[in-house]
């Protein structure tokens, strides 16, 4: 058996009998002094089982750094004896600079790193144990699915009632949970995959020991194997390491938690640093309750409460701690902060997702003019398609920005493939465009079938999808092939056809559907695919706003130039989730409504839990920000391609009054500072009544639709009154038909937006909307 410590542990198993030497660059710097009274407690309570709850802004890197070293500077351990976890390689990188940096010179031998890092180290000590070589590799999401094809296919299981990645998103969460094929039964998969996906985990599990591999979440697994079926190993690790720190311990799954447990019953030196307020990432498997739980695993144990801010204004850290206090599942800290109060969180209600980036671009406008820097100001958005309205907005101002955590809008893979589809439509001779989407979703028209089209493209001199049809007349394509081929051409004929006399919005989701392409991501299990079809819905929306197809794809062309052209200072957008740890002098928040933030599909899911977790991530978004937060609701909101009335988050009324100052757009809820201010009680009750009232007080920025003549806001009373039955248009909701008639208020039947009680101000006879 190999030593896992080689040169990294010259002392070998009686090193923990020799102390490491006091470093005269740490006691010269005083390295403790400016440390508040809970920072130096959670640095010198260096034995026994700690849990440090840091809250936000509270300077939790010093204290882990500062612990690191003093372990050191005392003589409780040598490098080698410490075992360090973080969650990403930047955080191992920078821990290890800082110290460094305060001993005044580079240490060897940390035992520093990530969960899958130091779990890979270990197993490849002990690889035998596991029917592993020390040479195994570790596969990558991609060899996992194909590994996952070939078993599903070598079983005649069909793919499309169960897809691969489903399968293997199941197999990686009973890991996450720390389950192997032998802790599970078959009916602990249900029907997935008829029956049989524990016989497949077991299956996928062996070809992997035939393969020498490994997947990130065996890591972990086999490290518990082989800690709980050969106690002398483990024994062996308790000898070596004297302490174990653990940073971000909030996000951490079962097997992570199994890890440390195990690892943590020979000295007990455990010291956990997290933030459960923080705790936002349930959807990949963290579990809050690790936190929770921490001292009923460890009887004893000393918690620490940072709470000192050194981030945030005090009415920030007011609003948030206001909206977190609502948890019930939370051990509980209240954030302070000697800094001054400041500027109180604004909250601004506005019309719709138009008025709300206009405004925002406006407002950063004004702050960048009195000598704020774009790179201090941030948008936070619960979902990736609230980026677009954004984005266009910025365009429009020349404002630069970048998106952090993902592409632009538009470069987005499945905006680039719904784009792809629709240019094709438009311009058969677009080459690039049919061979992006010619095979997606599959179709079976692989690599050898369009090398064939291409070459008869060349030799003829026309355009790809009309080579494609040629071959279609004849035998040079295999036959199933040459048919799918030639249905999907039939399609575009058909497509391209009902163009001429379609509503482009429509025409788009009927090509999306009849394409597979929305059933593609329908059945992908990964936690993207919500996201893309949330912006393939989101897409629809902008097709709404141009008055033909052909005049939004020349919009997005420019679009995409300018985006390419920003340098420099840029505004900052991105989602809640990629915003962790991150901070900034300004911070939007848009979107704090029911059904968006929090998500109904986090509710749905997962109950109380699903709605806590929303509450963290607003707590998150809020503390964020230095200096001020902006959160920004919207009076109506399209979503799914109708427009609907949407309500307040109960975040909005959760917020602190004493914090907060209100303020509603021109027009809406009477406009003006705290219109809605001195406190947020029964506010989402009356919200119905408000949008009535300030759907008669004519709002100033109702949105316009292009190419049309019609005016923004209300209109004068119309000269005739509008019957039962008769057809009219609005500007928000499109066609309908009336249905009620009640003096100035009429109920009408939209086609795309369902029923709906609107001012007659507000519509005008079908027949003058063309």
């Not at 080689?6 to 710097?29: C, E, I, N, Q, Y």
């Not at 309750?289 to 000192?308: C, K, M, S, T």
């Not at 509450?615 to 909101?637: E, K």
């Not at 005739?720 to 038909?737: E, I, L």
Request: glycine share 10%; proline share 4%; hydrophobic share 40%.
């Amino acid at each position: 058996m190999s030593d896992p410590f080689h040169h990294d542990d010259p002392l070998g198993d009686d090193s923990a009998a020799m102390p490491a030497p006091t470093h005269p660059a740490v006691r010269a710097a005083g390295y403790l002094q400016g440390l508040n009274g809970a920072q130096r407690e959670a640095v010198e309570a260096l034995d026994g089982p700690v849990l440090v709850l840091a809250g936000a802004g509270t300077g939790k890197t010093r204290v882990l750094t500062t612990r690191l070293a003093h372990l050191l500077a005392t003589r409780k351990a040598t490098p080698w004896q410490v075992l360090t976890v973080t969650f990403t390689n930047k955080a191992a990188r920078e821990m290890r600079e800082r110290v460094d940096r305060l001993l005044g010179a580079p240490t060897e031998g940390w035992w520093l790193g990530t969960f899958h890092a130091l779990a890979a180290r270990i197993l490849r000590a002990h690889a035998e144990l596991v029917g592993l070589k020390s040479s195994f590799t570790i596969l990558d999401s991609d060899d996992q699915l194909r590994l996952v094809k070939q078993l599903v296919a070598a079983e005649g299981i069909d793919d499309k009632r169960t897809p691969a990645r489903a399968i293997l998103g199941a197999i990686e969460r009973w890991k996450d949970r720390g389950l192997t094929p032998a802790k599970l039964k078959a009916e602990d998969a249900g029907d997935m995959a008829g029956g049989r996906l524990v016989a497949l985990y077991r299956a996928y599990q062996e070809r992997l020991k035939t393969l020498n591999a490994c997947d990130f979440g065996d890591l972990l697994l086999h490290n518990l194997t082989i800690f709980q079926e050969h106690p002398e190993i483990l024994a062996d690790y308790h000898r070596r390491f004297r302490y174990i720190l653990v940073d971000e311990y909030q996000d951490t799954n079962v097997a992570q938690y199994l890890w440390l447990r195990l690892l943590a019953q020979g000295h007990r030196n455990i010291c956990c640093v997290g933030d459960d307020d923080q705790s936002i990432y349930g959807w990949r498997g963290a579990e809050v309750g690790n936190i929770l739980r921490f001292e009923h695993d460890f009887p004893g144990a000393l918690v620490i409460r940072l709470e000192q801010n050194y981030r945030s204004t005090g009415h920030i850290l007011g609003a948030a701690s206001g909206v977190i206090a609502h948890n019930r599942g939370r051990l509980g800290k209240t954030l302070w902060t000697e800094a001054e109060s400041g500027d109180k969180v604004q909250v601004r209600a506005v019309w719709d997702a138009e008025e709300e980036a206009r405004w925002v671009g406006d407002e950063i406008e004004a702050l960048n003019r009195r000598g704020t820097e774009l790179s201090q100001i941030a948008i936070l958005v619960r979902a990736g398609f609230q980026t677009r309205e954004f984005e266009e907005r910025f365009i429009t101002l020349g404002l630069p920005y970048r998106v952090v955590g993902g592409p632009r809008f538009y470069e987005r893979q499945e905006i680039r493939d719904a784009l792809a589809y629709l240019r094709l439509i438009v311009v058969p001779e677009d080459d690039l465009a049919f061979e992006r989407i010619v095979n997606v979703p599959k179709r079976g028209i692989g690599p050898a079938t369009l090398q064939l089209v291409n070459q008869h493209a060349r030799s003829r001199g026309i355009a790809a999808s009309e080579a494609a049809w040629d071959l279609t007349q004849t035998d040079e394509i295999k036959g199933k092939t040459r048919a799918t081929l030639r249905a999907l051409l039939d399609d575009f004929f058909r497509w391209r056809a009902l163009a001429q006399s379609m509503p482009h919005p429509e025409l788009a989701r009927l090509v999306l559907d009849e394409s597979g392409y929305t059933a593609m991501w329908q059945a992908d299990k990964t936690p993207e695919a919500p996201g893309r079809l949330e912006n393939l819905k989101e897409l629809i929306s902008a097709l709404e706003e141009f008055e033909s197809l052909p005049g939004f794809l020349e919009h997005v062309s420019l679009v995409m130039e300018n985006a390419e052209r920003s340098q420099g200072e840029m505004v900052t957008v991105m989602t809640l989730h990629g915003a962790k740890g991150l901070e900034f002098d300004y911070v939007f928040l848009p979107g704090w409504e029911e059904g968006l933030f929090p998500s109904q599909r986090s509710m749905d899911d997962t109950g109380i839990a699903g709605l806590e977790e929303e509450r963290r991530l607003a707590y998150v978004g809020l503390t964020r920000a230095r200096r001020r937060a902006y959160v920004l609701h919207a009076a109506n909101r399209r979503v799914h391609g109708s427009w609907t009335s949407a309500i307040p988050s109960r975040f909005v009324e959760e917020l602190p009054s004493d914090h907060v100052e209100a303020e509603a757009a021109p027009g809406l809820f009477g406009g003006g500072a705290g219109s809605y201010g001195g406190g947020f009680g029964g506010m989402r009750d009356s919200f119905q009544a408000d949008w009535q009232r300030a759907a008669r007080r004519a709002p100033q920025r109702a949105p316009v639709i292009e190419g049309t003549a019609f005016e923004v806001g209300a209109r004068s009373r119309p000269a005739q009154p509008f019957g039962r039955g008769a057809r009219v248009f609005h500007q928000k909701f499109g066609y309908g038909t009336v249905v009620a008639v009640d003096h100035d208020k009429l109920e009408v039947d939209f086609d795309q937006a369902g029923s709906k009680k609107v001012m007659d101000s507000f519509v005008v006879p079908a027949e003058q909307a063309g």
